[in-house]
């Protein structure tokens, strides 16, 4: 049997701990995806050493406080351990460097970090024979994503374009009724994806000047349709944006509010089949619209339809404090089980995270 695969965080902000701007997020996403699904999967055997690496030493005594309050004294003392990049008094933005560096061949890095950075990262990791966990978009242009194809498949490595909600039980079912011919053959698909304008402050290091709202959110349903009818090709995209409510709360002038792109898509057999998509992503809805990240979408076909909403899964609660929230634990579940410990291995979110150490196992192997 393989030894555990060792595994490298390469980014420290919320969706790996759930640590942003000096405390907790306000997310959904309170004590993170990465690192909780890491702890867990180590306490089971299937990880070994983790370590994170940022840009900054100085965050790191503030996310291991973080970290052990909200998870190793809420689960049992599950353990929160890990090793730093680079040292704390140090600032580095190629700390990745000596933390890939510190790894070997077969051992593993999640890359969730800002959409520019994603290739240099993943490019340096698999020439270094790491098998790569990127969260999407992978990179920004087609080139970049060829190359690191024949980098991977030259270096033996697995690497795995995070999304989870490939895992979404919905999500794969009316996949499946797509992919199987049950709703016939692609006419329309609309996607609407939004975040509130909260996340312009969490991401103004970069929002609006290396990557923008349509990189970071369409690419979840672009992903989506394309998984559902793979015999179709896109062969034209038009986008338009709105401005104006990121500039005002203090992001760059190029900055786009809500882009939405119209995507013809052409049937591979020749027939002359054609069908639209329409995928509109935005970052400045309402602060308290009780979900973070309202999403859902509509697909026809010449013999049916579907409609997910994933925000809205029949699940809300009041309080006085927050108002009418919608919940999704089916994607990661925070809840500890009757004896205390973690309980979320069934999470889609987090079931994305143990697919790809099974994979990097696999290929060890």
Known sequence: MARPLNVLMV????????????????????????GLSLFDLRRRGKVGKLSMVGTSGNKFPAIREHLNKNITQYYNGLDTSFDSFPAIEERDPEAYKTAIDALSPGDAITIFT???THYPIALYAIQKKIHVMITKPAVKTLEEHQHLIAEAAKHNVFVYVEHHKRYDPAYADARNRAVHGELGDFNYFYSYMSQPKSQLETFKAWAGKDSDISYYLNSHHVDVCESMVPEYRPTKVTASASTGTATDLGCVAETEDTITLLVDWVKKDGSGRRATGVYTASWTAPQKAGVHSNQYFHFMGSKGEVRINQAKRGYDVTTDDAGLMWYNPFY??????????????????????????????????
């Open 332 to 365: 990661m579940k925070y809840a500890p089980d009757e004896e205390g410990n973690f309980a979320g291995q069934g999470g889609y979110g987090y079931v994305s995270f143990e697919k790809f150490v099974d994979g990097c196992s696999a290929v060890n192997e």
């Open 11 to 34: 980014g420290t902000g919320e969706y790996t701990t759930g640590f942003v701007g000096g405390g907790q997020s306000g997310s959904d996403k309170k004590v993170g995806v990465v």
């Open 114 to 116: 800002p959409d520019p």
